[in-house]
């Protein structure tokens, strides 16, 4: 069965790191790009950073620089390291893989995660 599973996720206060990590099985990770998006309650899910199988990666204009995205292919794992985390950084995210390229649109995204819940407080 296809899976991704996100974890590392929690409670920090703003201007803290935090580093969120996506394992996949179940399909060929080395021919996926892999995608983070993170959703707050009643809003719709919003691009953050994508990485293509040969380490490309995209990042939302608000967060470039302050987010960065990595992959292990041998361990099919990718990460999402937070930094200067910001209250409105506040929601769950989630990690998603497409065959082909990176793109910035949910929908274009064939597999998902469950998500993992970043709380910032101030």
């Known amino acids: 069965q296809v899976q991704l599973v996100e974890s590392g996720g929690g409670l920090v206060q703003a201007g803290d790191s935090l580093r969120l990590s996506c394992a996949a099985s179940?399909?060929?990770?080395?021919?996926?790009?892999v995608g983070w998006f993170r959703q707050a309650p009643g809003k719709e899910r919003e691009f953050v950073a994508a990485?293509?199988?040969?380490?490309?990666?995209y990042y939302a204009d608000s967060l470039r620089g302050r987010f960065t995205i990595s992959r292990d292919n041998a361990k099919k794992t990718v990460s999402l390291q937070m930094n200067s985390l910001k209250v409105e950084d506040t929601d769950v995210y989630y990690c998603a893989a497409r065959a082909g390229s990176i793109w910035t649109v949910s929908r274009q995204y064939d597999y998902w995660g469950q998500g993992t819940r970043v709380t910032v407080s101030s």
């Open positions: 990485i293509g199988s040969s380490g490309d990666t």
């Open positions: 179940g399909f060929i990770f080395t021919y996926y790009a």
